[in-house]
Nanobody, 126 residues
Framework: QVQLVESGGGLVQAGGSLRLSCAGS????????MGWFRQVPGKEREFVAS????????NYADSVKGRFTISRDNTRNTVYLQMNNLKPEDTAVYYC???????????????????WGQGTQVTVSS
């Protein structure tokens, strides 16, 4: 299991940028694929982006393609979400999650993400 802590959220105007960080603990961080999700009140949690164990494969929701970039630094046990050209629709609590299956080969099914962090609030004003 991986313990995760998100940070970097805040209030930003539309068109602005934020970089979220997700810090993991333990020596096993690098054996798990990682993902970012977001959730707004009254709606289900939404997939945002994911990254493979080595960081060479990424996936994005259509709504954020071209604007968000997920990356990771396994030497720092950290995964990042660079968010550019933010829109009011991006307002949500953003959560980091780790794959529940270690040493995954290929894409992680969205339902297999677990070990959720506490979330960080992102608010984008128009």
């Amino acid at each position: 299991q991986v313990q995760l802590v998100e940070s970097g959220g805040g209030l930003v105007q539309a068109g602005g940028s934020l970089r979220l960080s997700c810090a993991g603990s333990g020596r096993t961080f690098s054996i798990y694929a990682m993902g970012w999700f977001r959730q707004v009140p009254g709606k289900e949690r939404e997939f945002v982006a994911s990254i493979s164990r080595g960081g060479r494969t990424t996936n994005y929701a259509d709504s954020v393609k071209g604007r968000f970039t997920i990356s990771r630094d396994n030497t720092r046990n950290t995964v990042y979400l660079q968010m550019n050209n933010l829109k009011p629709e991006d307002t949500a609590v953003y959560y980091c999650a780790a794959d529940t299956i270690p040493f995954r080969v290929g894409s992680t099914p969205l339902t297999d993400f677990g070990s959720w962090g506490q979330g960080t609030q992102v608010t984008v004003s128009s």
